[in-house]
T-cell receptor, first 110, second 112 residues
Framework: DAKTTQPTSMDCAEGRAANLPCNHSTISGNEYVYWYRQIHSQGPQYIIHGLKNNETNEMASLIITEDRKSSTLILPHATLRDTAVYYC???????????FGAGTTVTVRA | EPEVTQTPSHQVTQMGQEVILRCVPI?????FYWYRQILGQKVEFLVS????????KSEIFDDQFSVERPDGSNFTLKIRSTKLEDSAMYFCASRTDNEKLFFGSGTQLSVL
């Protein structure tokens, strides 16, 4: 029961910004958009989340469209260590468990 | 930064044997989770735990599985009689009232 759609894979050049799209056209008004990533065989790692406004932290920026039907995760200066599977997850406010999809496999190339 | 610790990192067992996977959540966290990831597949929710009881469990979490917080610091997942299809990476996670889940580095369970 996928709530999000992400590209299967994408490549990015080291040092450049990586823009990861996510579609969530059925998102409800009170549902959050979360991003996690999983570096090879490690546990998922929280990146950022938002509701309506754009958000930025030390790892990334999250841009949510005004209609909230899609979002973009931006890694401003990708490094080789950013190679990972990136998951876009829609979460209801009263449901803290996360439902992971297949994510986007991002490969950062030197 | 505090982290969720899981032991062992690898566990090999024979089919039909019992295994216990151990996790030490972050010390001030109150909500605990187990997930699993079969090789090449998605990360799947198994169970959530709060205030010494299961809050929610998935259909995967059948009678062969149990969880326990035996001593106020550890959080364990027991599989009573392992099957070949239980082979997977098992992740423990925890959180405070904050929305962020912190995951451990996982235990790779191999059932032979």
């Amino acid at each position: 029961d996928a709530k999000t759609t992400q590209p299967t894979s994408m490549d990015c050049a080291e040092g450049r910004a990586a823009n990861l799209p996510c579609n969530h056209s059925t998102i409800s008004g009170n549902e959050y958009v979360y991003w996690y990533r999983q570096i090879h065989s490690q546990g998922p790692q929280y990146i950022i989340h938002g509701l309506k406004n754009n958000e930025t932290n030390e790892m990334a920026s999250l841009i949510i469209t005004e209609d909230r039907k899609s979002s973009t995760l931006i890694l401003p200066h990708a490094t080789l260590r950013d190679t990972a599977v990136y998951y876009c997850i829609v979460r209801s406010p009263d449901d803290y468990k996360l439902s992971f999809g297949a994510g986007t496999t991002v490969t950062v190339r030197a | 930064e505090p982290e969720v610790t899981q032991t062992p990192s690898h566990q090999v067992t024979q089919m039909g044997q019992e295994v216990i996977l151990r996790c030490v959540p972050i010390s001030n966290h109150l909500y605990f989770y187990w997930y699993r990831q079969i090789l090449g597949q998605k990360v799947e929710f198994l169970v959530s735990f709060y205030n010494n009881e299961i809050s929610e469990k998935s259909e995967i979490f059948d009678d062969q599985f149990s969880v326990e917080r035996p001593d106020g610091s550890n959080f364990t997942l027991k599989i009573r009689s392992t099957k070949l299809e239980d082979s997977a990476m098992y992740f423990c996670a925890s959180r405070t009232d904050n929305e962020k889940l912190f995951f451990g580095s996982g235990t790779q369970l191999s059932v032979l």
